[in-house]
């Protein structure tokens, strides 16, 4: 009975976390950890390039 | 891309908290040593300058989506697209969004695709993709992201005029970092439904963008400045890449 009880268990959490992987697709990240410091004010500098097209050198 | 290298290793040292991204449209081309390559040495010279993320554009996929793949195994980056699925499946094809933890606040970077990207497959194509509505996409992922980012980029394959409209739709996000077809913009546009700022730097690798955000201890922006910079010949080359493309160069 016991053991009857245990597999139950265990097939309902395969199940789960099978449904739960078909859900979010197999490329969403994992969740990220709580940050490693106190937030601080700063200045995020984002550099950014688009349709570079192959260009490794100055077209012009 | 040496000239590229030049400015990117001149901000890195004076800024410490640099994000590096290209929003999609660096593989497609008929660029000999890059169409020779399949794309390969778009990634390899992208590795070698640290870029943080890109988006796969809708023209990157004229590769198809195998080589496509291929081309993402080599990437030492993240490699984003929020949008597109394996075709018949809810499995996206490239990871949603990339989370960088800067000055104890996490930023992510999500990845969008436009829906033309389906004009783009090569005729004969075997492996499926579909694309989701890129706002929904963008919505839902940002749902996903609840409690795990302090602070949402987007960086974006839509084109200028979609980007607006995602800025209007979708509260939350800070910027929009753009592409497709290449929109010189020479300062950032805030729009102005929730503040959010878009910016887009040109095509071919002939412009760089830099897009500063001053953020408060909440994570909120509080003010931004930005510029496009054209890589004219007052950029020296990085000797290392100049070193290394030239090493291509050679028969």
Redesign the interface.
């Known amino acids: 009975m016991r053991r009857t009880l245990l597999r139950a268990i265990v097939l309902l959490v395969a199940a789960a976390l099978l449904l739960s992987a078909c859900g979010s697709g197999s490329q969403t990240p994992a969740p990220t950890a709580t940050p490693t410091q106190s937030p601080q004010a700063f200045d995020l500098v984002i550099l950014h390039t688009n349709d570079v097209r192959g260009f490794t050198e100055p077209c012009g | 891309?040496?000239?590229?290298a030049t400015?990117?290793r001149q901000?890195r040292e004076q800024?410490?908290?640099?994000?590096?991204?290209?929003?999609?449209?660096?593989?497609?081309?008929?660029?000999l040593?890059?169409?020779s390559t399949e794309?390969a040495?778009?990634i390899e010279?992208m590795n070698r300058l640290g870029y943080d993320a890109m988006t796969l554009?809708d023209?990157d996929f004229r590769w198809g989506p195998d080589i496509i793949k291929a081309r993402m195994g080599e990437a030492r980056f993240a490699v984003l697209s929020a949008n597109v699925?394996v075709g018949g499946t809810?499995?996206?094809?490239?990871?949603?969004?990339?989370?960088k933890?800067?000055?104890?606040?996490?930023?992510a970077v999500i990845g969008v695709t436009s829906k033309n990207l389906l004009a783009f497959l090569p005729p004969g194509n075997r492996v499926p993709v579909l694309v989701a509505d890129p706002v929904e996409s963008v919505r839902r992922t940002m749902s996903?992201l609840a409690g795990?980012?302090?602070?949402i980029?987007v960086?974006s394959?839509l084109g200028f005029q979609q980007d607006r409209e995602l800025a209007a739709s979708v509260p939350g996000i800070a910027?929009i970092?753009?592409?497709?077809?290449?929109v010189l913009l020479p300062e950032p546009f805030r729009e102005p439904t929730h503040g959010t700022i878009l910016?887009?730097?040109?095509?071919?690798?002939?412009?760089?963008?830099?897009?500063?955000?001053?953020?408060?201890?909440?994570?909120e922006v509080v003010s931004y400045s930005g510029k496009t910079i054209a890589?004219?010949a007052d950029f020296a080359d990085d000797p290392e890449i100049r070193a290394w493309?030239d090493s291509?160069a050679k028969p």
């Open positions: 891309m040496a000239r590229r400015f990117i901000t800024y410490p908290h640099v994000l590096l991204l290209d929003a999609g449209n660096a593989l497609t081309t008929d660029q040593l890059t169409a794309g040495v778009m010279g554009g023209q699925y809810n499995t996206l094809f490239a990871r949603p969004y990339v989370i933890e800067m000055a104890g606040h996490r930023v996903d795990q980012a302090d602070i980029i960086c394959n910027a970092v753009g592409g497709n077809p290449g910016v887009q730097a040109g095509y071919q690798g002939e412009w760089i963008g830099q897009l500063t955000l001053h953020v408060n201890e909440a994570g890589l004219g493309l291509l």
